[in-house]
C-alpha cells in the first residue's frame, strides 16, 4: 500500500486478555520496527524486524510481549495477559532496508486496558 | 550511549508568532538528525533532516540547523498557524537500525 497501515486503529480490551496488533509496512520495505508511545513518555523502542528476523528484541519490556513477522511483510505484536500499565499508542514503522532512514510511521493503535 | 533532550511542552502561541523548539544530543560520533510532527489521531511524519554539521533542514516554513560546537538541532519557525498544532519529536541516528527520540513538545497555535 501507499503508508503503513496498522490495524486495528483502537483497541479496549480487559485486563488479563491477549491482544494482537496487526502492521503492514509499505511494500518493498525490508526494516520494520515496534514503538511504544505512553503519555508524557515520548517513544520507547520495542523491536526491530530485518526480513522476517529480529536481530535486536532487548527494547520489548517483558515476557508477555512477543512480535512475529512472516513473509517479509506484515508483523503482528501481541501481548499476552494484559496490564493496565500496557495502555498505549503502539506504533509501527517500516524503511527501505536495514538502518535505513526515515522511518515510515502508521497511525497507531490506541490500545486501552481496564 | 545516544539521547536526544528537548523542551519539555507545552507550548502555546498565537497565530504568526516565531517558534522555537530546543533541542540538544549527545551520540558517539556524528548522528543524522530529524524533526518528526504528529497530528492528533495520526503516527509520526518526517519534518525534516540534516545529515552533517552545518546543514539546514527545511520544510513548510520550519528550519533546523544541525550544530556540532553546540550539539544541537533546534526548530524553528517564523509564524506559526493553527494548522501547526502538534507534537514534535527531536530524533537522532547514529548509524544502527533504532532511531533515539526525545519525549516530545506539544505546540498549541491559538488564533
Known amino acids: 500500500g501507499a503508508g503503513v497501515s496498522q490495524s486495528p486503529s483502537n483497541k479496549v480490551t480487559e485486563k488479563g486478555k491477549d491482544v494482537e496488533l496487526r502492521c503492514d509496512p509499505i511494500?518493498?520495505?525490508?526494516?520494520l520496527y515496534w514503538y511504544r508511545q505512553s503519555l508524557g513518555q515520548g517513544l520507547e523502542f520495542l523491536i526491530y524486524?530485518?526480513?522476517?528476523?529480529?536481530?535486536?528484541k532487548s527494547g520489548l519490556p517483558s515476557d508477555r510481549f512477543s512480535a512475529e513477522r512472516t513473509g517479509g511483510s506484515v508483523s503482528t505484536l501481541t501481548i499476552q495477559r494484559t496490564q493496565q500499565e500496557d495502555s498505549a499508542v503502539y506504533l509501527c514503522a517500516s524503511s527501505q532496508n536495514q538502518g535505513g532512514q526515515p522511518q515510515h510511521f502508521g497511525d497507531g493503535t490506541r490500545l486501552s486496558i481496564l | 550511549g545516544n539521547s536526544v533532550t528537548q523542551m519539555e511542552g507545552p507550548v502555546t502561541l498565537s497565530e504568526e508568532a516565531f517558534l522555537t523548539i530546543n533541542c540538544t544530543y549527545t551520540a558517539t560520533g556524528y548522528p543524522s538528525l530529524f524533526w518528526y510532527v504528529q497530528y492528533p489521531g495520526e503516527g509520526l511524519q518526517l519534518l525534516l533532516k540534516a545529515t552533517k554539521a552545518d546543514d539546514k533542514g527545511s520544510n513548510k516554513g520550519f528550519e533546523a540547523t544541525y550544530r556540532k560546537e553546540t550539539t544541537s538541532f533546534h526548530l524553528e519557525k517564523g509564524s506559526v498557524q493553527v494548522s501547526d498544532s502538534a507534537v514534535y519529536f527531536c530524533a537522532s541516528w547514529a548509524g544502527s537500525y533504532q532511531l533515539t527520540f526525545g519525549k516530545g513538545t506539544k505546540l498549541s497555535v491559538i488564533p
Open positions: 524486524f530485518q526480513g522476517n528476523s529480529a536481530p535486536d
Open positions: 511494500s518493498g520495505h525490508t526494516a
